[in-house]
């Protein structure tokens, strides 16, 4: 592959290869940042704060305040925006050293004897999704081998709400990882990355498509 892959860049291939190849390989679109996106940012940056340093979170985020009291009673608090990484042999390396196969951040890692617990703050829509906390736990195994049992959970800020325990599996991520970098290997190896037309078609960058249409 041309470049470390992540949850995002994977998600892009599966969705569609030539979206991929645009964002992630001529890398010729323009890199614009919505007002969700600003957001999402502000809140990850704020509850990090709040967790590693104990810094008060703003006026507009008091709501999510429970979920830092809660984590910091719990304790076992092992990483906050924690940067995983890891060569092609599966094993931990640092997260921008030159033979990174695949890196990740993971928004807060609770670990306790053999188990761990990973969380992830969402912003956006609820979609319970697994595969990103899969992935996380992938990266995470590598780097803690003892472990036993690794759960995760999303938190659903805009709704409140703490999403579903997933029981989460670092082999089955490793096996779908792989499947994925294979599939964008042969892409890149043929120099063939073909559209996926899909309902998210009208939110894409890459206007040239023959798929691309304006949003109603």
Same mark, same amino acid.
């Given at each position: 592959?041309?470049? +470390?892959?992540?949850?995002? @860049?994977?998600?892009?291939?599966?969705?569609?290869?030539?979206?991929?190849?645009?964002? /992630?390989?001529?890398?010729?679109?323009?890199?614009?940042?919505?007002?969700?996106?600003?957001?999402?940012?502000?809140?990850h940056e704020a509850l990090e704060a709040r967790?590693? !340093?104990?810094?008060?979170? +703003?006026?507009?985020?008091?709501?999510? !305040?429970? /979920?830092?009291?809660?984590?910091?009673?719990?304790?076992?608090?092992?990483?906050?925006?924690?940067?995983?990484?890891?060569?092609?042999?599966?094993?931990?390396? +640092?997260?921008?050293?030159?033979?990174?196969?695949?890196?990740?951040?993971?928004?807060?890692v609770v670990v306790k004897g053999h188990n761990?617990?990973?969380? $992830?703050?969402?912003?956006?829509?609820?979609?319970?999704?697994? @595969?990103?906390? $899969?992935?996380?736990?992938?990266?995470?195994?590598?780097?803690?081998?003892?472990?036993?049992?690794?759960?995760?959970? /999303?938190?659903?800020?805009?709704?409140?709400?703490?999403?579903?325990?997933h029981a989460l599996d670092p082999r089955r991520?490793?096996?779908?990882?792989?499947?994925?970098?294979?599939?964008?290997? $042969?892409? !890149?190896?043929?120099?063939?990355?073909?559209?996926?037309? @899909?309902?998210? =078609?009208?939110?894409?960058?890459?206007?040239? =498509?023959?798929?691309?249409?304006?949003?109603?």
């Open positions: 592959m041309n470049a +470390p892959w992540s949850h995002t @860049s994977l998600t892009q291939f599966r969705n569609c290869p030539k979206a991929y190849y645009h964002k /992630y390989v001529a890398k010729d679109l323009p890199f614009v940042q919505t007002p969700e996106m600003l957001r999402g940012i502000a809140v967790l590693a !340093e104990r810094a008060p979170l +703003p006026e507009d985020m008091a709501a999510y !305040e429970k /979920y830092a009291v809660a984590l910091l009673a719990r304790g076992g608090i092992a990483g906050v925006e924690m940067k995983m990484a890891v060569t092609v042999r599966g094993t931990p390396t +640092p997260y921008w050293a030159g033979d990174v196969w695949g890196r990740g951040k993971a928004d807060v761990a617990f990973i969380l $992830d703050w969402k912003t956006g829509k609820r979609r319970e999704d697994p @595969s990103e906390l $899969d992935t996380f736990a992938y990266l995470l195994k590598a780097l803690l081998p003892g472990l036993v049992q690794i759960r995760g959970a /999303y938190i659903w800020l805009k709704e409140d709400q703490v999403g579903e325990t991520a490793y096996h779908t990882i792989a499947g994925t970098v294979a599939s964008i290997e $042969d892409c !890149e190896e043929r120099g063939v990355w073909a559209p996926t037309p @899909s309902g998210l =078609c009208p939110w894409c960058p890459v206007t040239t =498509c023959q798929h691309w249409r304006e949003k109603k």
